[in-house]
């Protein structure tokens, strides 16, 4: 058996790769599922009924979905341009920080206004700190991997350090967590009694954006060029380096921008259990929406369904609820092999 | 002056040295693992979660009845499964080694997590195991056994590498894998058995965590030495003679700054110590990174044929 | 007269890529002691074949016979235990492993627990001496010259004692001497009862090295010859099927010049200077060919000239304007189309749409884009135009470029360079692997643009194409050029003594030109 690629992807096999991959990945721990004894197709469906089953459960799978399709843009705008940005993460809590530090009494400004400066703040400090790798990269040669990664557990070391020092809120009880941020500074809710906020227009707006840019700009022309062979990009005279060092701000802008959403619009205050691994999921969503900015909407929904629907589905039988990072695992890996055959046929001989 | 003649006084203790040693074994395990993938051209970033699984399988075993070294080789078989998945995505299959280890990463730590909640549904206190003692040796010379194990699997990968015929089919498949597919080996082959062994060692690194170093698994207990491995590899040169160096070098840096935490714990903030395993790190990369020669053939997938 | 024995028979290959047949029906007889010569064009099937018979490849039809016996298809290490050894084009050596470690590996049992390299020494340094193959075991692949490693390709094959050696276009990359000792090697094993096969799309090599020749042609094979038998123009006419029209550049008076180097040195950082003192002069009207063995310097003159590398000392200016370290985008402004030397991984995207690869060099044009806006419009419609003019072949200005055959793609980069009237044109290895029509087309575009005005600087490792089309030749060496040698007063012997470095002559070439 060899493969052999194909002249043309159908739109349809764009579109039906990641239903497989899901169906796949779900096939594959509902062994997992059986081991635990419980009834996978019941467990199944108290996964999608936690999910989706209610207003209640959609507007929770809407509410972690909002972080998580900023950090699938920031993954797919880095992996588009072969910059491996595995640091959101740590680009996350920057841009949380940043959200405490401005949003927390130290600007007096009215909502209107102090809104998009805390954004833009924290957009900003998750773009400088994917910047750092992105400049090794480009001038030694230090492979951006293994340093976003190692930097992730430096953030979350300095946000620990502050969160007990600096930062640490009076009123906490002892607790390592900052100040809440001032009622200037939260987003509005988007519906009423749940804790779904404004922060999820804020990213469909940007998906839609990022979209128009990379198909209707010469930003987007040279991102697309850059990425797809960075030396015929630079043969005709496209500025390569500034290209790269333009996506690090992006893309580690969005995953900042992610942490003041979640401070802002959700939980109010940082603390170290701000996202449970938002970062990574990302990674997972970005490749799921095989890197298109509107399909990052779509697998964000998804995988945000998974783990709110897991966390229904643990409650209620013996299942533990890691069983979603399992689940967000193998429709990665089960992605990647689909994506190969949307590219590739498997030919005999 | 001060600080200086505390840093000589923690560095000439044997009690020190005795930490140091202790301290490099996963680091050492690692980045051999990951060495030996690396010379057949394959990047695994599922170093982390395959520890991460070694880590919990090697304990899980002894926690049910089996005997430490039986506990160490199901951690090993452990990871050379995962390997062979990473392998099959990324050799037969081509795919980004990149994103395929990534995911091996999130499948690794989620699985041992989902495992061991499944085990012990409420265990408020892990649970633990009796682990390896120190051998009864004076000084820096009293460690457990599998440190010593970790010493002498340098010694056998670099002979392997560097003095055998399929350690020379490995480098080659690294280096020009047209080149050895033109000389009768199977690239695939010998891609897929290269990281199916480093991934055992990875695994190793990991059962030495919950066997030997501590007695129990923890959540997040691998805590990026996996990516530590990773830029050790580089810091090497993928060479195992400089990859035990530069652990055990890395090592006696994260001793002298736990000593040094207990011993300036109340000026300095203490996660600014543990900061400095990561930001060496970074730094070594950054030193290295102009004059390292990567196996020419790393990251880039071989399909035969192919036009 | 009773023939030799048979090595190898090869019947009824075919082989195809997509639709593309690439080998029609390919029957073939291999006798012991005999040098084959297998003589087409570029894309008539002859590297395909052999990568089939090496077992690279996999035949759709057909089977071969080595020695007698069935010979297992996909697998080169069933083709090297037949004693079937291969020499590629592109060398299939590791730079950072030594000439040994690149002989031996696979030639052990796997698992054997330890390499017997004494040995191993022992049989390469006996086969160099037995065969006139000086090579250094020691010493890593990266450190060798061109010639040695085809000597280490050669040795590669002999050590797993090769029956029948296959060579693909061995002499592609040496100078006229360096081929002359590679067949005296040929005879040297041919008289020892090997049978090779050598692959070549050179009239005169095949006079000079072979005892039959075999004529491939769109995949087929036209006609098995004696080579004692046949003759240049019968050949020619097979191979081709038709009466090949070589290009017969009519002299022209060179106007003022466009690209001047003087004393430019590039990458003095490490060892020997990429390029050492360089003095170039190209005017309009004039091409100007780079003859040399690949690595002495023509890389770096290209990227110089792209603006992709900037001079370290000594200056380089542009119809008479010094630039400083003007980048691509600067070059292409000014009026230097830019042909680059591997046009897959430098020249295009070939992800991207045929119409994003031509706006490439000039998206920031007013016609192209308003407010960073992309004119998708005016984008295609400039597209078609260029499509049409330079004879692309592909569906439409949306097509993926990478479905573009080779030849296509070098009309798509010599349609986005000349279609603005440029005034020097940088050619890196203009036909490079193309077939004989887009050769022809390639040349016929460079010739028009001489005649409009245009200074060509010609960058070719084949010699051939560089007599053809150059006004002047000038041999580049370890990052040295010779002065511009005029076309007609240097001969081929001289040339190739001058590409081998013997640059002693140059007075008595000088003085009598």
Same mark, same amino acid.
Request: aromatic letters at 4%.
């Given at each position: 058996m060899r493969l052999e690629p194909r002249e043309h992807t159908p739109l349809a096999a764009r579109l039906l790769a990641p239903v497989a991959a899901v169906a796949a990945a779900l096939a594959l721990c509902a062994l997992l599922v059986a081991w635990t004894g419980a009834p996978v197709l019941r467990a199944y469906g108290l996964l999608l009924e936690g999910a989706a089953g209610s207003r209640f459960a959609l507007t929770e799978t809407l509410t972690r979905a909002t972080p998580l399709i900023l950090t699938g843009l920031a993954a797919a705008v880095a992996f588009r341009a072969?910059?491996?940005?595995?640091?959101a993460e740590g680009q996350l809590y920057m841009g949380a920080l940043a959200a405490v530090v401005?949003?927390?009494?130290?600007l007096d400004l009215p909502a209107w206004l102090l809104l998009p400066t805390v954004m833009i703040a924290g957009a900003a400090a998750g773009g400088a700190t994917l910047l750092g790798p992105a400049v090794l990269k480009v001038?030694?040669?230090?492979?951006?991997v293994v340093t976003t990664l190692l930097l992730n557990f430096i953030v979350l070391l300095l946000v620990s350090m502050l969160l007990e020092g600096?930062?640490?809120?009076?009123?906490?009880?002892?607790?390592?967590q900052s100040a809440p941020v001032v009622e200037a500074a939260e987003l509005p809710k988007?519906?009423?009694?749940?804790?779904?906020?404004t922060g999820l227009l804020v990213a469909l707006g940007l998906s839609a954006l990022l979209w128009l840019i990379d198909t209707r700009t010469i930003w987007g022309y040279e991102n697309r060029a850059v990425g797809a062979n960075p030396r015929a990009a630079a043969f005709a005279g496209m500025p390569v380096t500034r290209v790269m060092l333009r996506t690090a701000l992006l893309s580690g802008g969005l995953a900042g921008l992610a942490g003041v959403i979640e401070v802002c619009?959700?939980?109010?205050y940082l603390t170290l259990?701000?996202?449970?691994?938002f970062g990574y999921s990302g990674i997972v969503v970005a490749m799921l929406a095989q890197l298109h900015p509107v399909g990052v909407v779509g697998a964000a929904v998804f995988i945000a369904g998974i783990f709110v629907g897991a966390d229904a589905m643990s409650r209620a039988m013996?299942?533990?609820?890691?069983i979603a990072d399992v689940l967000v695992a193998a429709s990665l890996l089960c992605m990647l092999v689909a994506g190969l055959l949307t590219r590739y046929r498997l030919r005999r001989g | 002056m001060e600080l200086f003649q505390t840093i000589l006084d923690i560095l000439v203790s044997a009690a020190f040295w005795t930490a140091v040693l202790r301290i490099a074994t996963p680091y050492i395990l690692g980045t051999l693992g990951e060495l030996l993938c690396e010379r057949a051209g394959v990047l695994n970033l599922g170093i982390e979660g395959i520890m991460t699984l070694g880590a919990m399988a090697g304990w899980m075993a002894v926690y049910q009845g089996a005997d430490l070294w039986t506990g160490v080789l199901v951690a090993a078989l452990c990871g050379g499964l995962m390997g062979l998945l990473h392998a099959t995505l990324t050799v037969p299959?081509?795919?980004s080694q990149h994103v395929a280890g990534i995911g091996v990463t999130l499948l690794g730590t989620s699985l041992s997590y989902f495992v061991y909640r499944l085990v012990l549904?409420?265990?408020?206190t892990p649970p633990t195991v009796e682990p390896f003692q120190p051998l009864d040796l004076p000084g820096a010379l009293a460690q457990t056994p599998m440190t010593y194990m970790a010493l002498i699997l340098v010694g056998v990968v670099a002979y392997v590498l560097y003095r055998t015929p399929v350690g020379l089919a490995v480098r080659m498949v690294g280096e020009n894998p047209a080149a050895a597919e033109a000389q009768g080996l199977s690239v695939t082959a010998v891609r897929v058995g290269a990281v199916v062994a480093g991934s055992a060692l990875m695994a190793l690194a990991g059962a030495f965590l919950t066997l030997?170093?501590?007695?129990a698994f923890f959540f997040?207990?691998?805590?990026g030495r996996g990516w530590i491995c990773i830029a050790l590899v580089v810091f090497a040169s993928w060479r195992p003679g400089k990859a035990l160096l530069g652990a055990v070098l890395f090592a006696a840096f994260d001793a002298l700054q736990l000593r040094l935490q207990q011993v300036a714990g109340g000026v300095l903030p203490y996660q600014l110590f543990l900061m400095m395993p990561y930001l060496l790190s970074i730094l070594a990369l950054v030193l290295v990174a102009r004059r390292a020669s990567y196996p020419?053939?790393?990251m880039i997938p071989y399909r035969k044929g192919e036009r | 007269m009773t023939s030799p024995p048979i090595v190898l028979r090869l019947s009824g290959i075919t082989k195809r890529f997509g639709p593309l047949?690439?080998?029609?029906?390919i029957s073939l007889t291999l006798y012991e002691g005999e040098v084959l010569a297998l003589l087409?064009?570029?894309?008539?099937?002859k590297t395909t074949l052999m990568n089939i018979l090496f077992g690279h490849y996999v035949a759709d039809e057909g089977s071969i016979e080595a020695f007698g016996q069935p010979l297992p298809p996909g697998s080169p290490r069933a083709a090297l235990a037949a004693g079937i050894g291969m020499v590629h084009q592109h060398f299939t050596l590791a730079?950072?492993?030594?000439v040994l470690d690149n002989v031996a590996v696979?030639?052990?049992?796997?698992?054997?627990?330890?390499?017997?390299r004494a040995a191993a020494k022992a049989k390469l340094l006996d086969l160099a001496r037995r065969f006139g193959l000086?090579? +250094? $075991?020691?010493?890593?692949?990266?450190?060798?010259s061109v010639g040695e490693r085809q000597r280490v390709e050669i040795l590669k094959a002999l050590y797993r004692d090769a029956r029948v050696l296959i060579l693909d276009?061995?002499?592609?990359?040496?100078?006229p001497q360096e081929s002359a000792s590679l067949f005296d090697t040929l005879r040297r094993l041919t008289a020892d009862g090997l049978a090779v096969v050598f692959i070549s799309h050179k009239m005169n090599e095949v006079f000079a090295a072979s005892d039959t020749v075999a004529v491939l042609r769109g995949g087929r094979l036209v006609a098995t010859r004696r080579t004692a038998a046949t003759d240049r123009e019968e050949l020619a006419e097979l191979m081709v099927g038709r009466a090949l029209k070589p290009p017969t550049p009519a002299p022209l008076e060179p106007g003022e010049p466009v690209l001047t180097l003087s004393g430019v040195t590039v990458?003095?950082?490490?060892? +020997? $200077?990429?390029?050492?003192a360089v003095d170039l002069t190209v005017r309009r009207r004039q091409i100007v060919g780079i003859a040399g063995?690949?690595?002495?310097?023509q890389t770096a003159l290209a990227e110089l000239v792209s603006g992709l590398i900037h001079p370290e000392s000594g200056t380089m200016a542009l119809k008479g304007e010094a630039i400083g370290s003007a980048g691509p985008a600067e070059m292409v402004r000014r009026g230097v189309a830019r042909i680059p030397e591997d046009r897959h991984a430098a020249g295009?995207?070939?992800?991207?749409?045929v119409w994003e690869n031509l706006i490439a060099?000039?998206?920031?044009?007013r016609a192209f884009q308003r407010f960073g806006l992309i004119r998708r419009g005016a984008a295609r419609a400039y597209a078609e135009e260029v499509i049409a003019a330079f004879d692309v072949r592909c569906?439409?200005?949306?097509?993926?470029?990478?479905?573009?055959s080779g030849g296509n793609m070098q009309k798509l980069i010599l349609g986005r360079t000349l279609?603005?009237?440029?005034?020097l044109i940088l050619a890196s290895q203009?036909?490079?692997?193309?077939d004989v029509g887009a050769v022809s087309y390639v040349h016929g575009r460079l010739l028009e643009a001489r005649a409009a005005g245009a200074g060509v600087l010609l960058i070719s490792e084949d010699l051939d194409e560089i007599l053809a089309l150059a006004d002047g030749i000038t041999v580049a060496y370890h990052g040295r050029l010779t002065p511009v040698l005029p076309h007609g007063r240097v001969s081929v012997r001289q040339l190739g003594l001058l590409m081998a470095?013997?640059?002693?002559i140059l007075p008595e070439i000088v003085d009598a030109a």
């Open positions: 072969k910059l491996w940005n595995i640091g401005l949003g927390g009494g130290m001038r030694f040669g230090v492979d951006e600096a930062l640490k809120d009076p009123m906490g009880m002892g607790w390592p988007l519906v009423e009694r749940t804790r779904l906020h619009g959700l939980k109010g259990d701000l996202s449970p691994g013996p299942v533990p609820n890691y | 299959l081509g795919l549904p409420q265990a408020s030997s170093a501590f007695n997040n207990m691998v805590n020419r053939a790393l | 047949v690439a080998n029609d029906s087409g064009e570029n894309g008539a099937g730079d950072n492993l030594s696979g030639t052990e049992p796997l698992w054997r627990p330890r390499s017997d000086e090579v +250094r $075991p020691d010493a890593p692949v990266g450190d060798l276009e061995p002499t592609a990359v040496l100078t990458g003095s950082g490490h060892g +020997r $200077p990429l390029l050492d063995v690949s690595g002495n310097g295009l995207v070939g992800a991207m749409a060099e000039r998206y920031h044009d569906p439409g200005p949306d097509a993926r470029t990478q479905l573009l279609a603005h009237g440029p005034d203009p036909t490079r692997g193309l470095g013997h640059w002693e």
